[in-house]
């Protein structure tokens, strides 16, 4: 089903942190969405995009522990993509009033970017995105 990702050289970092960028663009769009109460559309438009992202189906890597997910995405790149797409995913529950569904999301989000961390150096908007989840996770 999963098979381990192998550490990718200069040319796909550098394609993922384009990615992730990108992403982070895409995921502004649907929570805008989601502002204006259009839940469904959003939520279809995330999973597309984690879809497109990851080349993952990212309702499975839910269902897996923190560190098998670290396991399947292998590059720290692809780790934080998947983070991102958490933190969407926990302002779209908060939207719909799915508190701990929310947290949980933001928690794991958290989770993945320290392992990241572990094993490359943090960037700027990686840094940006830490302290966005913190923010969220204090409220």
Do not use: W
């Amino acid at each position: 089903m999963f098979r381990q990702r192998e550490e990718g050289g200069e040319v796909e970092k550098d394609f993922l942190k384009k990615q992730l960028q990108k992403l982070v663009q895409a995921i502004q769009r649907v929570l805008k969405l989601s502002s204006d109460q259009q839940h469904q559309q959003a939520e279809d438009e995330l999973q597309q995009i984690a879809a497109t992202s990851l080349k993952l189906d990212a309702t499975r890597l839910g269902s897996l522990d923190v560190a098998s997910c670290a396991m399947i995405l292998g590059t720290p790149e692809r780790l934080r993509l998947y983070a991102v797409i958490l933190r969407a995913e926990a302002e779209l529950a908060r939207a719909r009033g799915q508190t701990q569904r929310a947290r949980d999301r933001l928690v794991r989000a958290q989770k993945l970017h320290q392992l990241a961390d572990d094993r490359s150096p943090t960037d700027e908007l990686s840094k940006q995105e830490q302290a966005h989840l913190a923010d969220l996770l204090s409220r």
